[in-house]
């Protein structure tokens, strides 16, 4: 029965991190861009959610849209310190993500001022879980919740991926594509790279606080910490995706990103299951990474001996 | 027209290891020219086109473009008027997208890049048309990743790409060197056939000192940042590869090789 509700836990905690994942998908894969502002894109989308919800009053899913621009606004500014001031790669994602620390605070200060909460970096409120308390996750009566709860992820999932995928197929989407392909096409095209790297960027980091937002609409609340780790989860995430799914004919990208956030999830909830004091939780997280890191080179270079021996006998 | 005037270019100024490649360098190309350029390593033939195209900037002097100065435009935006193809076959396409895509990108050169479809299907049938001209059947493969095709034939989609939307000039950086023999020669016959056919004026690098004979209006010869050699009309046509291997020769020893 545990095991049952773990997984159930898994597969929600999965679907809220695939958005996640489709965003780093988007910097990671697509532009090459190995973005670390994810870390602090993604509790801003939290917060900016959580404030428009409980002092604004706006309903959860044009909160949870909105917070798409404080991602957008902040994954701009991570592009810009690389393309127009030519800072690296790795270091303009550090310097944002450590701006982003204090935006962050200062923000929940925003609510802590009303009363909503004592301190502030974290807070709960049962007034934030919006999107999954509404009439429609009682559709199937209060006792199956969780089961509504997934199909509305689920439904929000899909139409996130169907956008993405649209807009790479664009012109615009296929010139971002050719941005992370081969920059100097675009050049040879007549066309600035580097608006387009930037355009990625900050889409990428959009999906990523929105995928912050429904977060804190899952587990109706927001923890200033929440961001703490996600660059692995989401790397993580991208990288099973697309190992594990991309071989199978027909599965498009951005489906195999989001069963590999759902795998990753289930796994770690399962070392929930034996990890119960949680303190080795973040070391668990990080070999499973390693492993499956590992697994991943393992498996490509297993591929091309044998095609090298292939090869070989053919020559015979 | 294209004209460098007085150019000067020196890599890494100010420390030891500086040199000076170009000292009050000029060169004009008519329009309708094809001009075949040979020299040894280091002669200055890469850099010349890294210039004309904005990739490097020039120490002094300076480029233009129908008699306009182009120093400051960047080199994104010179690459409106103008179309290169490289000596790295993998250079001018993408290699994770299909030949279709790629030649979606290229026919849109020009145009704005917005949130319509990336891909016109009525523009299929001119694709295949065009590269059907190529001979190599990739017609029938719009759906291949340009990253599975061989080096040849990424270097002739590329032809085709850098050529397919109208273009002042077309850059051609030592575009076979990275070919075997064979296909070297298709893709220089492909060549020839395209720039005679669009008309344009271009520039093209080579170490092969027979397509630089057989090939275009004008032979140029670089040594040292220096021409020293130009050869067009009646006189370029009498050119014999053993003529140019002469002057390599004795460069060399002047050199003390």
Do not use: W
């Not at chain 1, 009439?135 to 509305?152: E, F, K």
């Not at chain 1, 923890?223 to 995430?237: E, H, Y």
């Not at chain 2, 008027?81 to 290229?106: F, H, K, W």
């Not at chain 2, 209006?217 to 006189?235: C, P």
């Amino acid at each position: 029965m545990l095991f049952f509700a773990t997984t159930i836990d898994g597969l929600q905690m999965g679907l809220c991190f695939a958005v996640l994942a489709l965003g780093v998908y988007i910097s990671y894969s697509i532009l090459d861009f190995p973005d670390l502002s994810v870390d602090g894109t993604f509790p801003l989308g939290g917060v900016v959610c959580t404030i428009l919800m409980l002092r604004l009053g706006i309903p959860a899913l044009p909160a949870i849209l909105l917070s798409f621009f404080a991602g957008l606004a902040a994954g701009a500014v991570t592009g810009v310190l690389h393309v127009k001031f030519g800072i690296s790669k790795l270091l303009s994602g550090i310097i944002v993500m450590t701006a982003l620390l204090s935006v962050t605070l200062a923000l929940t200060k925003l609510l802590t001022k009303t009363g909503l909460t004592t301190t502030i970096f974290s807070f709960r409120s049962e007034n934030l879980e919006g999107l999954f308390s509404g009439g429609a996750s009682r559709l199937l009566g209060d006792s199956n919740r969780d089961y509504m709860i997934l199909i509305i992820e689920l439904i929000f999932v899909i139409a996130v991926k169907l956008i993405i995928d649209l807009f790479l197929k664009t012109k615009l989407g296929y010139m971002v594509r050719a941005t992370g392909n081969n920059e100097m096409l675009v050049v040879s095209l007549g066309r600035d790279s580097g608006t387009y790297k930037i355009l990625g960027i900050a889409l990428a980091n959009g999906f990523v606080a929105m995928s912050g937002a429904l977060y804190s609409n899952l587990y109706s609340q927001y923890d200033n910490s929440s961001g703490s780790g996600k660059v692995v989860m989401a790397l993580a995430s991208v990288i099973i995706g697309i190992a594990v799914f991309s071989k199978i004919k027909f599965m498009g990208n951005t489906t195999a990103v989001i069963l590999g956030a759902v795998i990753y999830s289930l796994c770690l909830n399962y070392l929930v299951l034996v990890d119960t004091n949680g303190i080795y939780l973040k070391l668990l997280n990080a070999v499973l990474f390693a492993i499956i890191l590992i697994f991943n080179e393992k498996t490509s270079g297993f591929i091309t001996g044998r095609q090298k021996a292939r090869r070989g006998q053919a020559k015979c | 027209m294209l004209e460098l005037r007085g150019i000067s270019k020196i890599y890494n100024p100010g420390t030891v290891t500086e040199l000076c490649l170009f000292d009050d360098f000029s060169f004009k190309v008519a329009d309708g020219e094809c001009v075949s350029v040979v020299g040894s390593n280091g002669s200055g033939k890469t850099s010349m086109l890294n210039i004309i195209c904005g990739s490097i900037p020039v120490s002094g002097g300076e480029v233009l473009i129908d008699g306009k100065n182009i120093n400051s435009l960047r080199e994104y935006k010179r690459y409106r008027m103008i179309g290169r193809v490289y000596q790295n076959p993998a250079a001018g396409t993408c290699p994770d997208m299909t030949i279709l895509e790629n030649m979606s990108l290229a026919d849109n050169k020009g145009k704005r890049y917005g949130l319509s479809f990336g891909v016109n299907n009525s523009r299929k049938n001119y694709y295949k048309e065009q590269l059907s001209s190529l001979g190599l059947g990739l017609e029938d493969k719009l759906d291949a990743k340009l990253g599975a095709l061989s080096g040849g034939q990424r270097q002739a989609v590329s032809l085709l790409m850098a050529t397919l939307t109208p273009i002042d000039f077309l850059i051609l950086d030592e575009h076979t060197a990275a070919l075997d023999p064979r296909t070297a020669e298709i893709i220089m016959e492909l060549t020839d056939k395209i720039v005679k056919e669009k008309k344009l004026t271009a520039i093209m690098v080579t170490h092969n000192l027979r397509y630089a004979v057989e090939y275009g209006t004008r032979l140029v010869m670089m040594d040292k940042g220096n021409i020293i050699l130009d050869k067009s009309g009646k006189e370029k046509q009498d050119v014999k590869v053993e003529d140019i291997l002469d002057i390599f020769n004795k460069i060399s020893i002047e050199c003390g090789n």
